[in-house]
């Protein structure tokens, strides 16, 4: 077994892909505890920080112990970079979160809060005046998984609608798909339930 360890094989080839997989690992972790941090969701970031560090720590021991190892230095580096990626694409997946969307609209207003309605996702109307004339501001809040969908809606009644979309950080009540319960709620919940 020493005499696989201390192998040419195992010190430039087993030993930084380790490393490499470690990095990811950790700055996954970190990635999503940030962002669960500041979507308010406080109670898993601790277990996801003592994750995170543990992994580190693992890796940077393997660095420190083999500081000739060019190899391990570009696998570490690299695993950082892989893991920032991986951690985005994964916090996409899981589309935790609501959003406010504005909707600016001359035309088709009352059809497009009814399909709206329709879904089951509130909305408030105000008559603006816009730069062009008369405008319907159309405010709905909404799952970020059901982003898409309100989307289509928007795009089916109004192609050349002007919206906007921004994070809210915290909702107090609302209409929401019946169906829909936001991420954060389940994550809560299944915590609450779990070690509680």
């Not at 080839?13 to 969701?41: E, H, Y």
């Not at 589309?95 to 879904?119: C, D, F, H, P, Y």
Request: aromatic share 12%.
């Amino acid at each position: 077994m020493e005499f696989l360890l201390n192998s040419p094989y195992f010190t430039y080839l087993v030993l930084p892909i380790l490393i490499f997989c470690a990095r990811i690992c950790d700055v996954t972790f970190g990635t999503i505890r940030i962002i669960l941090v500041s979507k308010g969701i406080k109670s898993i970031a601790p277990i996801l920080g003592f994750i995170e560090v543990f992994i580190w720590i693992l890796a940077i021991s393997q660095i420190m112990a083999n500081l000739n190892n060019w190899v391990c230095y570009f696998a570490y580096a690299a695993g950082f970079a892989t893991g920032n990626y991986v951690g985005m694409i994964l916090e996409e997946r899981l589309a935790m979160g609501t959003l406010i969307l504005r909707i600016m609209i001359s035309e088709n207003a009352e059809q497009l809060v009814k399909a709206l309605n329709k879904e089951n996702f509130g909305s408030t109307t105000v008559h603006a005046d816009g730069a062009q004339g008369k405008v319907d501001l159309i405010y709905t809040i909404v799952n970020r998984k059901d982003l898409g969908k309100v989307e289509d809606i928007i795009k089916q009644f109004n192609p050349n609608a002007f919206y906007s979309i921004e994070e809210v950080k915290k909702v107090n009540k609302g209409v929401f798909p019946r169906n829909s319960r936001t991420r954060n709620a389940l994550i809560e919940s299944f915590w609450k339930r779990g070690y509680k």
